[in-house]
Every structure is written in structure tokens, then in C-alpha cells.
Nanobody
Framework: QVQLVESGGGLVQAGDSLRLSCTAS????????MGWYRQAPGKQRELVAT???????NYVDAVKGRFTISRDNAKNTVYLQMNSLKPEDTGVYYC??????????????WGQGTQVTVSS
């Protein structure tokens, strides 16, 4: 069994920064892509940023230039540094990992979510 545990959410004011962390643990051979998604009240979950095992990032346009995704493969951990936060960044942020269990088996895992609230 694999678990993803997130931390770092909270209540901040517009313009502030937060750093989210997510660590995967369990029977892991390796991890392919990792990423962050968010879900605002009444909206569907949306992609925020992803990063490949080699460290190549990808961002949704709304966060480019403000958010930075990174990972530490030795720790099975992905981070999301969020700067210049806006009220529209408010939502539950979910960590995602494509975990390689064997040479022919990969499974998508999700964290439990961490709340980020940005007040204006």
C-alpha cells in the first residue's frame, strides 16, 4: 500500500506565500510523474503543476511565474512553492503520484488534500 501525505496548507492574505509538501511512502519501486491539482468550491478538480521524474515541470497558465514545483526523488517528495497568492488560488490542493510498483505495473495515487485559503 502506498500513501501520499500532504502538508503546508493554511489561511493567508493575498500576496503572501505558502509551500506545500507531499511525501509518498510504502512499497514503491519508483515514481514517475508527480503533481498538484486543486479543487475550488463548486468546481471540478484542475491541474496546477506536474513534474517528471527527470525534473521537467509543467504549469497551468494561471500559476506560471508565481508557482514553482520541485521534487526530491531520494525522499519521494514533491513540493509546490506558491508566491503572490491570489484569492482565486483558494481551494483544496491534492498531491498526485504515478507510482511504479513493478516493471509492468503503475498506479495513480492521490493525497487526502490540504486546504489553501487566500483572503483579499
Amino acid at each position: 500500500q502506498v500513501q501520499l501525505v500532504e502538508s503546508g496548507g493554511g489561511l493567508v492574505q493575498a500576496g503572501d506565500s505558502l509551500r506545500l509538501s507531499c511525501t509518498a511512502s510504502g512499497r514503491i519501486f519508483s515514481i514517475d510523474d508527480m503533481g498538484w491539482y486543486r479543487q475550488a468550491p463548486g468546481k471540478q478538480r484542475e491541474l496546477v503543476a506536474t513534474i517528471t521524474s527527470g525534473g521537467s515541470p509543467n504549469y497551468v497558465d494561471a500559476v506560471k511565474g508565481r508557482f514553482t514545483i520541485s521534487r526530491d526523488n531520494a525522499k519521494n517528495t514533491v513540493y509546490l512553492q506558491m508566491n503572490s497568492l491570489k484569492p482565486e488560488d483558494t481551494g483544496v490542493y491534492y498531491c498526485h503520484a504515478l507510482v511504479v510498483l513493478t516493471s509492468i505495473r503503475q498506479i495513480h495515487y492521490w493525497g487526502q488534500g490540504t486546504q489553501v485559503t487566500v483572503s483579499s
